[in-house]
């Protein structure tokens, strides 16, 4: 260093002092940068070499037959596809590390009686885990990465708000706000309603499976992309325009015969359900619907016996009161009601009624329905 150092301090070249100008002398490396990148290339080198070790590490893993001891330890999720056999889902398993080997899952998996139950859907896994061990775990509803949603045909949507909050976990404001919010619930561009009514008729009734971290927008919006299959199967905006009602009236159609229908008479339903909007019905007497589903729409109760002040209530809602259809849906209706909408039974039927064994009265008169309560459908009502 010393060296170095007196070379530095020197006088330069052509300052005198000698006959001729000495060449410059090359500079030398510090003894502290030679050391500074031994140790960057030793630590490489090291790296290289314990990546290296844990790649033969799990190869030797990957040997017929070889397992963990397992119970394992940390969190990965896999996903079991629909269709996928033992052995593809023992790869997927194997590639996240979760067993040692195919050959071990495979063999745990023909050992468990049940291993054929296993359904698709994503998996919340332990790393390195006993191939038994997996083969349980995957077995375990617990241990799915999702929850599994019923949403039954009929339920309005502050129902069905309640239902997925419930199920999710997720409060049930954050639901509430993505369906107030035309930008995060992308409804179809013949959709009406504002607040809590956009979503009426739009949350398709079906059995769903959300992934646990999924949110309230997530969520919603995959109901109503399954409400947007279900109309692209049946053709719904272009049948509708068959009818001398509007997509959207049709929809609220459908929602009342979801309310009203019973077992195999819903296309009959639907047919008295437009009859009565015809003011020329028995006689010149409609154009009131007089459907107790909407007045439950209004007091959000599931009852038919109203007091005088319900049924005067001033409600757009209020079908004993207010001529034609209600202005939204009243229930999300599946597609059974949807299809029987977009092609009601050619009947005079305006009149029905539900016996206590689940029978359907239908009348095209005033007369015959009421000859049907006193008991002409072998109920007395």
Known sequence: MSNVGLSMQGSPAGDGGGDSPKPPRKKKRSGLAVGIVLVVALA???????GGYLVFDRIQAAAPGADYPGPGSGEVVVEVQTGESLSAIGNTLFEADVVASVDAFAKAATANEDATGITPGSYLMLEQMSAAGAVERLLDPAARNENVVLIQEGLRSDQVVAQLSEATGIPKR???RVIASPQQLPLPKWAKGTGESRAEGFLFPATYQFEKDSTAETILNAMVARFDEVAAETNFVAEAKKTKYSPYETLIIASLVQAEGVGDDYAEIASAIIN?????????TFGLLQVDATLNYIFRQAESNFTNTELDSNSPYNTYKVAGLPPTPINSPGRVAIEAALNPADTDYAYWAHGPEGQTCLAA???EHERNLAGKCSWTG
């Open 365 to 367: 008169t005033l007369g």
């Open 44 to 50: 490489a080198l090291a790296a290289v070499g314990y």
């Open 174 to 176: 954050n639901f509430e």
């Open 276 to 284: 009565r909007l015809n003011p020329e019905t028995d006689g010149g």
